[in-house]
């Protein structure tokens, strides 16, 4: 299973660094994305990586501020938030996907493994 760790309340302007370990499995053959609910949203996809963390991939609304990267010999995938705002609050969840090729977001939307989230609270 997935276990999302990193979150907490942080000012705007902020930074907080997210990590998804991979518990029982390696990731070595995993894409990984993030998702992020904010109360009364829909989850939102906001970045993923490809298996072998060449490719990555972020939403409009955090180009610029956050990277996602990938550890592969500690089986886990970091996503690094800068300049958090307090729109960036929400629950950020870890998705995985057995998957060589490229990744989309959506692909770990409807087939992916979730894990349980951690809050974010942007705030002054």
């Known amino acids: 299973h997935l276990v999302e760790t990193g979150g907490g309340l942080v000012q705007p302007g902020g930074s907080l660094r997210l990590s998804c370990a991979a518990s029982g499995f390696t990731f070595k053959s995993y894409a990984v994305g993030w998702f992020r609910q904010a109360p009364g949203n829909d989850r939102q996809g906001i970045s993923c990586?490809?298996?072998?963390?060449?490719?990555?991939w972020y939403s409009d609304s955090v180009k610029g501020r956050f990277t996602i990267s990938k550890d592969n010999a500690k089986d886990t995938v970091y996503l690094q938030m800068n300049n958090l705002q307090p729109e960036d609050t929400g629950v950020y969840f870890c998705?995985?996907?057995?998957?060589?090729?490229?990744?989309?977001?959506?692909?770990?939307?409807?087939?992916?493994?979730w894990g349980k989230g951690t809050q974010v609270t942007v705030s002054s």
């Open positions: 990586i490809g298996a072998s963390g060449e490719q990555t």
């Open positions: 998705v995985s996907l057995a998957h060589l090729g490229r990744i989309h977001i959506h692909m770990l939307r409807e087939r992916g493994s």
